[in-house]
């Protein structure tokens, strides 16, 4: 069981825009910021968005993030094939000493 | 480039240890965090603490808290997580992660390849 909520699945076709949202709480996402990981099938995680919605170097900005209040989302723009992995949230939580929590991720697949 | 590179998979009996290496390069290892990042089969990715490698201090998860110990060589460049008492469910891929900030609450921006750590009988 995560601490951090996401949908299990997502989809779209080439083009279209996805979300994929995530649910905390005040002692993470309430009080600090979100980190998105993309992992494509077999690889490390890759850092995509970090603080909320900065980008790092080199992440096509077809992707953005945002967050309000408890929750957050990731937006995909203009969807690609190579777009077809699993997304994880993470926040540092506050509580129990401070730990980073994730989400349980959410596999997109491009139909 | 930055590389975090770790070593091999590895195979151990319930009850026994296994220690698996994050072997860094590129930027300067007392700089950065180093933190430890697990995966069961088909599951999420689990925090499990972090080593600062300039002091050598360390932060666990509290469910890992008697039972891993991070530590590092700073000669080498090199971060080591140990886990013993290993168990059924410990069976996972393990990830050293790089913390872009020098605080605890920050993004990973370089991963290690990941070690498969497979506990059976």
């Known amino acids: 069981q995560s601490v951090l909520t996401q949908p299990p699945s997502a989809s779209g076709t080439p083009g279209q825009r996805v979300t994929i949202s995530c649910s905390g709480s005040s002692s993470n996402i309430g009080s600090n910021t979100v980190n998105w990981y993309q992992q494509l099938p077999g690889t490390a995680p890759k850092l995509l968005i970090y603080s909320n919605n900065q980008r790092p170097s080199g992440v096509p900005d077809r992707f953005s993030g945002s967050k309000s209040g408890t929750s957050a989302s990731l937006a995909i723009s203009g969807l690609q094939s190579e777009d077809e992995a699993d997304y994880y949230c993470?926040?540092?939580?506050?509580?129990?000493?401070?730990?980073?929590?994730f989400g349980g991720g959410t596999k997109l697949t491009v139909l | 480039q930055v590389q975090l590179v770790q070593s091999g998979a590895e195979v151990k009996k319930p009850g026994a240890s296994v220690k698996v290496s994050c072997k860094a390069s590129g930027y300067t290892f007392t700089g950065y965090y180093m933190h430890w990042v697990r995966q069961a089969p088909g599951q999420g990715l689990e925090w499990m603490g972090w080593?600062?490698?300039?002091?050598?201090?360390?932060n666990y998860a509290q469910k890992f808290q008697g039972w891993v110990t991070m530590t590092r060589d700073t000669s080498i460049s090199t971060a080591y997580m140990e886990l013993s008492r290993l168990r059924s469910d410990d069976t996972a891929v393990y990830y050293c992660a790089r913390g872009l900030w020098v605080v605890a609450a920050t993004p990973f921006d370089y991963w290690g390849q990941g070690t498969l750590v497979t506990v059976s009988s």
């Open positions: 993470a926040a540092w939580d506050d509580s129990l000493n401070g730990h980073v929590v």
């Open positions: 080593i600062n490698p300039n002091s050598g201090g360390t």
